[in-house]
């Protein structure tokens, strides 16, 4: 079976497939703007995901057999809408797609800075007093079960009818998964990606589809630099892989791009 190297523009992911269970490969991605990783040793995997991608960028991915030394290539221009939150459960990868009504209405920028008035100066002082500097966001959208096209929660509707049994399960499983209070990735063309907690999480039955159908609404807030040691540190990523533990980046200052696995 041949390797093939895929994107999938609705999970927004690259997809590579036809991987030999008890091969030793090679595998490297870089981007045009400048982020990228290479993988020394990437076994005992039969497909592999990369869902960390920012929108707007050109990837090389080049995946090499050593024991033949053939390898497989793909340039792709990576294009997408809406936004997307990825995390682990069930000791694997999740990645929740929110297309319907997502929205954020505010993003602010957090940095700490005091107002000293005093008696000699017309004009107060304004002094920093700490190196905070991270990012929250208000953000909301629709929870159906259209969002979870690769069907992790086993509760994936295609969106031909709603049916109530399936939109309660997939709406519990959810508010579990996205409430849970471990870290995720925050992942959308206009933002790109950002290691993220999730919190003030509310959530609004839609009376006009007779309460099958919710809203949500929630606080998202920056933790952390998205770096690979990070993405190790807070568990986004499976750190106990052997692909994980081989990471090499050549640039960590611009969005790194992170492999993720298994997802296929």
Not at 29 to 36: D, E, F, L, P, V
Not at 193 to 220: A, D, W
Request: with cysteine; aromatic share 14%; hydrophobic share 35%.
């Amino acid at each position: 079976m041949a390797i093939t190297l895929s994107y999938d523009i609705n999970t927004a992911k690259i997809y590579i497939d036809g991987l030999t269970n008890n091969a030793y490969y090679k595998l490297t991605q870089i981007g045009s703007n400048g982020s990228g990783y290479a993988i020394t040793g990437l076994t005992g995997i039969t497909n592999y995901s990369n869902y960390l991608l920012n929108s707007g960028v050109t990837y090389t991915v080049t995946i090499t057999d050593t024991s033949t030394n053939i390898g497989y290539q793909i340039i792709k221009y990576v294009d997408f809408d809406g936004s997307f939150l990825i995390g682990t459960g069930d000791s694997k990868y999740q990645q929740i797609n929110i297309t319907y009504d997502e929205n954020i209405s505010s993003f602010r920028p957090v940095r700490k800075d005091a107002l000293i008035e005093t008696i000699g100066s017309k004009f107060p002082f304004i002094i920093r007093t700490a190196a905070v500097n991270y990012k929250t966001m208000e953000f909301s959208g629709t929870i159906t079960s259209e969002m979870d096209i690769e069907n992790f929660s086993s509760y994936y509707n295609n969106g031909l009818y709603y049916d109530t049994s399936t939109e309660r399960n997939f709406r519990e499983w959810f508010e579990l998964w996205i409430n849970d209070g471990t870290p995720k990735v925050f992942k959308s063309a206009t933002e790109g990606c950002k290691i993220v907690r999730i919190h003030n999480l509310n959530m609004t039955p839609i009376r006009q589809l007779g309460r099958v159908i919710y809203n949500f609404s929630c606080t998202i807030t920056e933790i952390a630099d998205l770096t690979s040691a990070n993405l190790i540190k807070y568990k986004v990523v499976n750190g106990t892989s052997t692909a994980v533990t081989n990471y090499v980046y050549p640039s960590e200052n611009l969005y790194p791009s992170l492999a993720l696995y298994p997802g296929g």
